[in-house]
């Protein structure tokens, strides 16, 4: 949907001033005209403001996986099939899940999951510590267990 300015005509060119006129019943589309150039002179403290940039460090981006994970969300699972996946919550700490896979390219799967959410507060959104595991159906089991031993120390683990 538009505006109803975008669907009037545009409004009238203004005269041309100097030796170029412009041709009859061409017109410059609002927006697409030459800016005034007027001179900038930068604010007397722009230069220390400079420098106080350069000396502050950047703030930290966070973990590794953390950076990649807002990157693969991007792109679609590609995939060939149906899939279910049921989650439960047994308790406010505990959750379990199972997910069928039946695909007409490759394999059919079953993997059954479950996930423990500690009870120590390391932040707002933060509980350590943090196990998931998940196997499947020819007997593979992953699984991890994140824990923040103290407030500048975190241990992951991981298990395959």
Do not use: W
């Not at 973990?63 to 693969?72: L, S, V, Y």
């Not at 390391?122 to 994140?146: C, H």
């Amino acid at each position: 949907m538009g505006s109803v300015l975008a669907a009037s005509s545009p409004n009238p060119a203004p005269p041309a001033s100097g030796g170029a006129a412009a041709a009859p019943g061409l017109t410059v589309p609002p927006g697409f005209g030459m800016p005034p150039v007027s001179p900038v002179i930068p604010p007397a403290g722009a230069a220390s403001g400079q420098e106080q940039e350069a000396e502050t460090p950047l703030p930290n981006p966070g973990a590794f996986d953390e950076c990649h994970r807002k990157c693969k969300e991007v792109f679609p699972m590609q995939m060939e099939g149906v899939r279910l996946v049921v989650n439960k919550g047994l308790s406010n700490h505990f959750q379990v899940n199972h997910t069928v896979l039946l695909s007409t390219m490759g394999d059919s799967t079953y993997r059954f999951g479950a996930t423990y959410v500690g009870t120590k507060q390391m932040g707002p959104a933060e509980f350590f510590p943090v196990m998931v595991g998940d196997m499947d159906n020819s007997g593979s089991l992953n699984a991890q267990v994140i824990h923040q031993i103290s407030s500048r120390i975190r241990s992951k683990l991981a298990f395959q």
